[in-house]
């Protein structure tokens, strides 16, 4: 168990619909990060939050929105969801950012969405 | 875009050691470089990162040239639980960009 929890594991979605996937960053860390990892792209960087607000953003769609709570926890929401949107979405989270880092990613194990 | 490149798959004897080498030639002078790896289809896993001296862990060592236009990461005795595909990645904290990593086989 990495401390970083994502839910759900597993979700299976129509096209068209809605989905929110949640991650909660392990004890102490302030920065939150969602990568989207499909077959042919590898691993891209969707967005980063830090202690609430947003503070990088990647190759994010704009059908696809993010935020992060007061608790730290953080949601993605993917909507108007495609065929091509079924990829794994990874959390990962840090105790801080910037050039200051002296510390690695922790990485969920991830949701995995299938659109159908 | 990645800032890294690395050979896309290398296979290693088990028990021998696995040394995977990254070229990041256009790194700037406050920049880390991080390693990861992914088994399969689980969370990427923090390996290790240094900024100019070389570093070691109870996973891997770290092994940054002078100029710091590459390195390398020695598995030293790489088992098969060590077959994943392994990233070196460029940054200074903040957001983290993969490239396409190294896909290490290890056999037995």
């Known amino acids: 168990d990495s401390g970083v929890t994502q839910t759900p594991k597993h979700l299976i979605t129509a096209t068209g619909q809605r989905v929110t996937l949640r991650c909660s960053p392990r004890?102490?860390?302030?920065?939150v990060y969602w990568y989207q990892q499909s077959l042919d792209q590898g691993l891209q960087f969707l967005i980063q939050?830090?202690?609430?607000?947003?503070?990088a953003k990647g190759n994010i769609l704009e059908r696809f929105s993010a935020q992060q709570f007061p608790d730290l926890h953080s949601e993605l929401n993917l909507s108007s969801l495609e065929l091509g949107d079924s990829a794994l979405y990874f959390c990962?989270?840090?105790?801080?950012?910037?050039?200051?880092?002296?510390?690695?990613?922790?990485f969920g194990s991830g949701t995995r969405l299938t659109v159908v | 875009d990645a800032k890294t490149t690395q050979p896309p798959s290398m296979d290693c004897a088990e028990g021998r050691a696995a040394n995977l080498p990254c070229n990041h030639s256009?790194?700037?002078?406050?920049?880390?470089v991080y390693w990861y790896r992914q088994i399969h289809s689980q969370g990427p896993q923090y390996i290790i990162h240094?900024?100019?001296n070389n570093e070691t862990n109870e996973m891997a060592s770290l092994i940054i040239t002078e100029d710091r236009k590459s390195s390398t990461l020695i598995l030293p005795h790489a088992t098969l639980r060590d077959t994943a595909v392994y990233y070196c990645i460029v940054g200074q904290g903040g957001k983290l960009i993969f490239g396409q990593g190294t896909e290490l086989s290890v056999k037995p």
């Open positions: 939050y830090y202690n609430g607000e947003e503070r």
């Open positions: 240094g900024l100019k």
């Open positions: 990962a989270s840090s105790p801080q950012t910037g050039a200051s880092l002296n510390y690695g990613y922790t």
């Open positions: 004890s102490g860390d302030l920065s």
């Open positions: 256009t790194i700037s002078g406050n920049e880390y």
